[in-house]
């Protein structure tokens, strides 16, 4: 053995860990030596103005009461780690805003209502929050912009969230959106669901602005379908699977827009039928239809919702197209029907009749096609159990707040931006089916704009037939 020199231990060691708060060396240490960095929101043009307008019509709506809503916190995953932070959709629409754990009071006045955001300030050298904060210090989330850069920004009054403390008794009788629940416990406020359901039914109708937006969304989208579909031949034969396709997309959605505007859906043969098959861990099968249901959330939030179905092979079989033929006649029966003034669900029952009728001549209902179609019915429904549209917007399923008769029961107007998405979902253990069906999941998604005189598919750069999107995956073979 040889001799080793055991160190003496430091004074300090066996003490308890240091909290640096409070330890006035390291906070006079810390708070000295730091440039100045100027630092300004980074908002899409137009967002303030669009801002708003969209307040200016919800106090319309509300002449008298003070309306509260909250951006939101992210929720906790482990000590200082969070999930991912999202504001709340209708707070974003109210102020272009989305920093974390703001308020936006509108305080009621004659003729009218004052908008003030309040939001934290971040901590910078010299506060202790700079290095002991992990949600505002500037310390762990970089140089942020403060009060004044926000006001600026977003041409309205901004103040920092402590202040709203010094008037929380005013807040007494607000209607408060479920954003603010909390707040309106502490303070006094109710929540309100003629609120809710107000903006929702506001955000029905897209501005020009938001509608560039979606523009934006949507064309972002269609690049990543054509990334997504170019990484297919490499994701067969290195055996990465779905995974690598969702992956893809993801990365292109983060790169080209805020991200993924929901959890994307990459299905492989009998994956494809499982409505919401996020978790994308299997194999991609190269004789199978290849399901995508895919959107980029732009910066402003604002997402594209767009799904195409594709052969993995690049040629449909017989049975695959047969399916995707009967998915196509029902998705342009469903577009046919946008056009103001008629009643939303119009282009359902369009295309539930084609869906039908298809399935009815290929022996699988054991009704009638009247039958099935009847509200007593609905056997048709079977492989096509969800719905096939929506509006879009801020959400990937926009303005579900509002009440029927605002949303479904209500006829089509210029703006409104909606989806339509018929398809068929033969499930692989689904017996009543033919061996040849089992395990084929198609569908369409278009997002569909509500013009003055009919309407615009705003995803129409993608192809929806089946010869086409043969075509269209092969040449993005070529292309990689």
Request: glycine share 10%; hydrophobic share 40%.
């Amino acid at each position: 053995m040889t001799d080793q020199t055991i160190q003496p231990r430091p004074p300090y060691a066996g003490t308890r860990y240091p909290r640096l708060v409070e330890v006035p060396a390291f906070r006079e240490f810390i708070a000295q030596g730091w440039d100045d960095v100027p630092t300004h929101p980074d908002l899409p043009e137009g967002a303030a103005e669009a801002a708003a307008s969209h307040r200016t019509r919800l106090s319309a709506a509300f002449a008298g009461q003070t309306l509260v809503l909250c951006a939101g916190v992210a929720p906790v995953r482990n000590d200082d780690a969070s999930y991912g932070f999202r504001a709340d959709s209708s707070f974003v629409w109210l102020t272009g805003c989305q920093t974390e754990d703001a308020v936006l009071v509108m305080w009621a006045r004659p003729g009218g209502h004052d908008a003030v955001l309040y939001m934290p300030p971040p901590f910078r050298p010299g506060d202790d929050g700079f290095f002991s904060n992990a949600l505002h210090g500037e310390l762990w989330v970089g140089p942020s912009a403060g009060i004044a850069e926000w006001a600026q920004a977003l041409q309205i009054a901004v103040e920092p969230l402590a202040a709203l403390e010094a008037r929380s008794g005013d807040l007494r009788g607000a209607l408060a959106a479920r954003s603010a629940t909390d707040l309106a416990a502490a303070h006094g406020a109710t929540v309100s669901t003629d609120l809710e359901r107000t903006l929702s039914t506001l955000r029905m109708v897209k501005d020009e602005w938001e509608i560039g937006q979606l523009r934006e969304a949507i064309d972002a989208t269609v690049s990543g379908f054509a990334a997504v579909a170019a990484e297919i031949p490499h994701a067969i034969s290195a055996d990465l699977g779905e995974r690598w396709l969702q992956g893809t997309f993801d990365r292109h959605a983060r790169t080209f827009g805020n991200g993924p505007g929901y959890s994307t859906i990459v299905g492989s043969g009998a994956h494809a039928p499982i409505l919401h098959w996020v978790r994308c861990d299997g194999p991609i099968h190269p004789d199978q239809a290849l399901l995508l249901d895919m959107g980029v959330e732009a910066r402003s939030l604002y997402t594209a919702d767009v799904t195409r179905t594709v052969p993995a092979q690049g040629t449909f079989s017989a049975a695959q197209r047969e399916v995707h033929d009967l998915v196509e006649r029902a998705h342009r029966a469903g577009l046919d029907r946008i056009r103001p003034g008629t009643a939303y669900l119009d282009f359902h029952f369009a295309a539930m009749q084609v869906v039908a009728q298809g399935l009815h001549d290929w022996g699988l209902l054991p009704v009638s096609v009247d039958e099935a179609l009847s509200p007593q019915g609905q056997q048709h429904r079977r492989y096509l159990a969800c719905g096939i549209g929506h509006h879009l917007g801020l959400d990937v399923h926009d303005c579900s707040q509002a009440h029927y008769e605002d949303y479904m029961g209500a006829d089509l107007e210029p703006g409104v931006v909606m989806t339509v998405e018929p398809g068929l979902y033969f499930h692989a253990h689904d017996l009543t089916l033919p061996p040849e069906l089992r395990g084929i999941g198609v569908r369409l998604e278009d997002d569909v704009l509500v013009t003055a005189t009919g309407s615009e598919v705003l995803s129409g750069a993608l192809p929806i037939d089946a010869a086409g999107i043969e075509a269209w995956t092969r040449q993005q073979w070529a292309a990689r």
